[in-house]
């Protein structure tokens, strides 16, 4: 049997059907495009509607039962007053607002609520899709199912992917295993957070529109973003003026005194992208700059060539509320300007808060589980700061990153390769010298009360369930004492610190001639 699709019986019914179609929706786009390739000219029925969109074709109904599985939606109906809705066209608990049927609309008659508003502070839950690469530089750069956007996950049909997936790489049914590796070192790099803005609330972070932070600025101005690389304010404009406000986090006494060290260069890019991308005015409000790497001088000296404004003075307050006509719908950045000594109100699109680095919020965790102190800022501790930056009292863990301080990318990549150079020596060696001076339980003495793990700051005692006593492992131990001095049965001691070691150390001392 031989089908045609081209004969003029067909090409006129095609026509007819079109007509028909406009009738329903006329203002429907791609209605028109499809009637200016058959020739279609003014339809022969008068509309129904002049804002209706749905052609009734169905395919809505047909992906949210046979894709999705949950018949979320419907025909209603018959005749001309039929529509596509969910049951007694009242809102339904079964939709779980996949935006399948949206995806599949011909018209765009169905689309998904505030989908053309775009939220600064929604654009770090990445991509809509449920399979996605996390980001354009993941390692792997392989993509990821997220189980909170994927159908099957939700509803246990779908599968579509596994229709397009040809090698078959796709396995639903993989779930997260944890697995424990014998090593000889440990490289901690865990990282830093962001500081949280909302604590500081005079800057109206989540309370504002268009005040976002860098990482929220960085995501959008990335080309594979979800704004394609442009810049724009929440209703989806280019900013004319953007303030980037330095030291969020940082440098204060209420919140973190130290500095994170790469606020200052980042917010000079935001800075350049900003210019490059919209020509806008750009406004820094910055403490005092510190461009202290290779090269960083010099881009400073290129932002002040790209005409970006530098004001001496950290922001005080961001407001909505005006007080002349050049601020009346724009955020208004107050600050003083120590270099002019006056109070300064400028007017702006968009404010881009530079936030410091901080802990991340079970570095206490971690260090506990490694037996690494952590410094007064909570970022964790090395031994040495000058001798020693990579190591920890620990023998055999590390530190890389910004886990022990804020720093840089290329800081973070010399301490890293720094850290994988001393694990390699250790295993290379072969063999791990221990400290002479360690600590040594009796187990005829011990009574078993743990107190010696309580007070154990290196993890180096554990107990013997069989035994009911406490024991040393001595590859841990670093001979601080703590446990000798915490034994209430005198079990712990010290080697090499017994009574009559130290009484005859002093006779020495004091014997004549000595």
């Not at 004969?7 to 079109?18: F, G």
């Not at 209706?52 to 001309?80: D, H, Y």
């Not at 301490?415 to 063999?431: D, F, I, K, M, T």
């Amino acid at each position: 049997m031989v089908v045609r699709t081209d004969t003029p019986e067909v090409l006129e019914a095609r026509k007819v059907i079109v007509e028909l179609l406009l009738a329903r929706c006329p203002q429907v786009e791609k209605l028109r495009e499809l009637a200016d390739q058959l020739g279609v000219g003014k339809p022969r029925f008068e509309p129904d509607k002049d804002d209706e969109k749905c052609i009734l074709c169905g395919l809505c109904v047909r992906a949210c039962q046979e894709v999705v599985g949950v018949s979320a939606i419907n025909f209603l109906n018959r005749g001309p007053d039929r529509i596509v809705t969910t049951p007694y066209d009242m809102p339904s608990d079964v939709c779980i607002a996949c935006g399948a049927c949206a995806q599949v609309c011909p018209t765009g008659a169905i689309r998904l609520d505030g989908e053309d508003v775009l939220r600064h502070r929604e654009l770090d839950l990445g991509p809509p899709k449920a399979i996605h690469v996390p980001f354009a530089q993941a390692v792997p750069n392989a993509p990821i199912i997220d189980t909170q956007s994927c159908i099957h996950a939700k509803t246990g049909f779908c599968k579509v992917c596994d229709k397009f997936c040809e090698p078959g790489a796709i396995n639903h049914d993989m779930e997260d295993e944890s697995e424990e590796i014998e090593v000889g070192s440990i490289i901690l790099a865990t990282g830093f957070e962001p500081f949280d803005c909302s604590a500081l609330l005079q800057y109206g972070y989540g309370r504002l529109p268009n005040v976002i932070t860098g990482l929220e600025f960085e995501l959008m101005s990335n080309a594979g973003g979800p704004t394609g690389g442009k810049i724009l304010t929440e209703d989806g404009k280019a900013p004319a003026s953007v303030g980037i406000l330095h030291c969020i986090g940082s440098r204060d006494e209420n919140y973190n005194e130290y500095c994170s060290r790469v606020c200052c260069m980042y917010a000079m890019k935001f800075a350049h992208l900003v210019r490059e991308k919209t020509h806008g005015d750009v406004y820094e409000f910055y403490i005092d700059l510190r461009a202290f790497g290779k090269g960083y001088e010099e881009f400073y000296k290129r932002c002040l060539r790209e005409d970006v404004i530098f004001i001496r003075g950290k922001g005080a307050e961001v407001t909505d509320v005006c007080e002349t006509p050049e601020e009346r719908g724009k955020l208004v950045i107050i600050c003083e300007d120590t270099l002019l000594g006056e109070v300064r109100r400028i007017p702006v699109d968009m404010v881009i808060l530079a936030t410091g680095l901080v802990p991340r919020k079970d570095a206490a965790e971690v260090g506990r589980r490694f037996s690494v102190g952590r410094s007064k800022d909570g970022f964790f501790l090395e031994q040495h700061p000058k001798l020693a930056p990579i190591s920890t009292a620990s023998d055999g863990i590390f530190l890389a990153g910004a886990c022990q301080g804020p720093k840089d990318i290329p800081d973070s990549v010399a301490q890293g390769a720094a850290a994988a150079g001393a694990a390699l020596s250790l295993s290379g060696a072969g063999v791990i010298h221990l400290e002479p001076i360690t600590s040594a339980i009796d187990d005829k003495v011990c009574g078993g009360c743990k107190i010696c793990i309580s007070v154990c700051p290196y993890g180096a005692i554990t107990f013997d369930d069989e035994n009911k006593v406490s024991v040393v492992t001595e590859a841990l131990c670093k001979g601080c004492g703590s446990c000798a001095s915490g034994c209430p049965s005198g079990a712990a001691r010290q080697r090499h610190f017994a009574d009559n070691q130290i009484l005859a150390e002093i006779a020495g001392a004091l014997m004549e001639g000595t």
